[in-house]
């Protein structure tokens, strides 16, 4: 992935950061926090999306739901032709909240978030049986000492 080279000013920093906490906001309640004109606001926004700083709008769990939430961390060894098809399938999961490319033993690793271990080993069996996946290896999260995002 490219990294995004983008200058942004002061409002834009705080228009972000105010899309953070909700990007729920109207555009008229960001022009009043900001102190600028809503058509000001839109302008913003359209540009901040237009050079690909915003790439989309998403939900933010509640972190009491979140924390009765399984979480499993899944190397997995992939052939790299059949690597693009492995991800569509990954993707088509929806407990499977993310997946990085690593370097190591292991090509990928998958974030795997389930409510039950029952519902976690029907994921874990669907990625074995994914054309293009060798071996796995998973371990369960017991628990988060921190997280910064």
Do not use: W
């Not at 926090?33 to 790439?55: C, D, F, K, Y």
């Amino acid at each position: 992935m490219k990294r995004l080279s983008v200058a942004l000013d002061d409002s834009d920093k705080r228009l972000l950061a105010l899309l953070r906490e909700d990007a729920r906001l109207s555009t008229a309640a960001l022009a009043r926090r900001l102190g600028l004109a809503r058509t000001t606001v839109v302008e913003r926004l359209n540009r901040l999306m237009t050079r690909g700083v915003i790439s989309g709008f998403t939900v933010r769990m509640n972190p009491r739901y979140e924390a009765r939430l399984l979480q499993v961390h899944v190397l997995l060894d992939v052939d790299p032709k059949k690597c693009e098809s492995v991800v569509a399938a990954l993707r088509a999961m929806p407990q499977v909240k993310a997946v990085h490319a690593i370097s190591g033993a292991f090509d990928s690793l998958a974030f795997v978030e389930g409510e039950t271990t029952e519902e976690i080993d029907g994921v874990l069996d669907a990625i074995g049986h994914i054309p293009g996946v060798g071996k796995t290896q998973s371990s369960l999260v017991l628990s988060v000492k921190f997280d910064r995002q």
